[in-house]
């Protein structure tokens, strides 16, 4: 064929402006339901740590240590795997992470010793860091422009429903049939993968650099219907331009002036993870110390997570009609005031709101900074620059079930313990004032 009977078309606009339909229904459902067991996998350990302590007699600091072995698993899989789905594609990385989590969390349950439980949570933890760069790239790559982030926002809901499902599980199903039932809820994943893959579309700028125009078609045409197909198209992605098929690297995240903003990024993902994990994981444990009984307490949790809905699917919102970075910040400190409240005495319902405040300012905005970050990249960085940062703030993750579990031990009062994660939110509203927006891809 004729150079001159070749028609170029960027997808870019075609997605960008496609009216929402089932295709991105669908797309969203199935990256929300990987999240919800990525959320129940990773709350779980708040629920059963009080437990855990009794049954093996080990410290606060020793069991703040079980949830840095998950967070070290997953700094790795954010940054080992997130850049290997731009390279493979997204949906033999999304398996291969689904595997993991959902059957070494599985295999939590039968854990006898902290030693085993801690393999079992850092390899689990593999699967978990990996998944959610995917996941996050594959839904902000599908949805429609002006419904991004909300998108985005929705499939990270999913983390909420998974905590929650967690809190309800220790609820109801420790009292009767132990710590380790909750476990064997993580192996669902695994039964529903075939039908999943077989709905998950492929990175459609994966497809454009592996050049694999037939499953484009296909595509493209299920994502905008009016879309009219030329013989001999050659697709382009215009998000993608200048980086090379399967070459996005660290180098490329501070190229053409980015450096200071992804820099920026990793230092938000370290104080936002901090704070989230120190949280979920040491929640319940600060309830119990301060007096309320374990069911009560993991209710609280129940109703951090229930804000984190409220704060992903607002903020995401508010995101795509107004600057995204004006609102992370006002959501950050809303958070740091927050948790300063939380050590306050107050009544029971009042605590509530302030709980479902705090997780919509915290762990919902930690959503919407994902779904920030997914927008700054061009399309082919996304998974590289989500999996950095991410990665990076895995560390502040690590450290905060520790940090946690080491308050725990020094006997802080509750509003000293509260007030540890409230100045992490300050900063990252801080860091969030040197990111240049004018830089971002869309």
């Keep these: 064929m004729s150079q001159a009977n070749i028609c170029v078309v960027d997808i870019n606009p075609i997605i960008d402006n496609a009216k929402l339909n089932n295709m991105h229904r669908l797309t969203v459902l199935w990256c929300a339901f990987i999240i919800v067991f990525d959320g129940f996998d990773l709350a779980v350990l708040g629920v059963v740590l ?3 302590m009794v049954n093996w007699g080990i410290t606060a600091a020793q069991a ?11 700094m790795l899989g954010a940054i080992l795997l997130g850049p290997l789905s731009d390279k493979i594609g997204r949906k033999k990385t999304i398996s291969l992470c689904i595997i993991t989590f959902s059957l070494f969390t599985f295999l939590c349950g039968f854990s006898v010793n902290a030693g085993q439980f801690g393999w079992c949570r850092f390899i689990a933890g593999m699967g978990l860091g990996g998944v959610m760069p995917s996941v996050t790239a594959l839904t ?19 983390y909420s429903i998974g905590g929650m499902l967690a809190a309800l599980s220790g609820i109801y199903l420790i009292p009767v049939a132990g710590w380790q039932s909750i476990f064997y809820i993580a192996a669902l994943p695994l039964i529903v993968l ?106 609280f949790l129940f109703a951090l997570h229930l804000g984190t809905i409220v704060g992903a699917l607002s903020s995401c919102w508010l995101m795509d009609r107004m600057n995204g970075r004006r609102i ?24 509530y709101s302030l709980l479902i405040i705090a997780g919509a300012s915290t762990i919902g905005t930690q959503i919407a900074m ?66 240049n927006p004018r830089l971002a891809a869309s």
């Design 194 to 299: 075939p039908w999943m893959l077989n709905h998950l579309p492929e990175s459609a700028a994966f497809l454009v650099k592996t050049e694999q125009h037939d499953r484009l078609k296909r595509l493209l045409e299920k994502i905008a219907p009016d879309y009219i197909h030329q013989p001999g198209t050659k697709f382009i992605s215009s998000s993608s331009a200048g980086i090379k098929a399967g070459k996005a690297t660290l180098k490329d995240l501070f190229a053409e002036r980015r450096g200071l903003s992804t820099l920026m990024f990793w230092l938000v993902f370290f104080m936002s993870l901090f704070v989230i994990y120190g949280m979920t994981s040491w929640l319940p444990k600060l309830m119990l110390q301060a007096g309320y009984p374990l069911g009560s307490s993991l209710s």
């Design 64 to 74: 703040g240590l079980l949830g840095s072995y998950t967070l070290v698993g997953m």
């Design 328 to 351: 992370l910040i006002g959501y950050f400190l809303l958070g740091a005031a927050t948790l300063v409240l939380l050590g306050t005495q107050t009544p029971v319902y009042i605590l």
């Design 50 to 52: 009080p437990e855990l």
């Design 140 to 158: 902000s790559e599908y949805s429609p422009k002006s419904k991004r982030s909300l998108m985005v926002g929705l499939m990270f809901s999913g």
């Design 370 to 435: 994902s779904s920030y970050v997914a927008r700054f990249y061009p399309g082919t960085m996304t998974s590289t620059g989500l999996g950095w940062g991410l990665g990076i703030g895995r560390i502040g993750a690590i450290l905060g079930p520790f940090m946690g579990g080491v308050l725990i031990d020094s006997e802080l009062t509750l509003q000293q313990n509260f007030m540890a994660f409230a100045l992490p939110s300050l900063l990252a509203a801080v860091c969030l004032l040197f990111v």
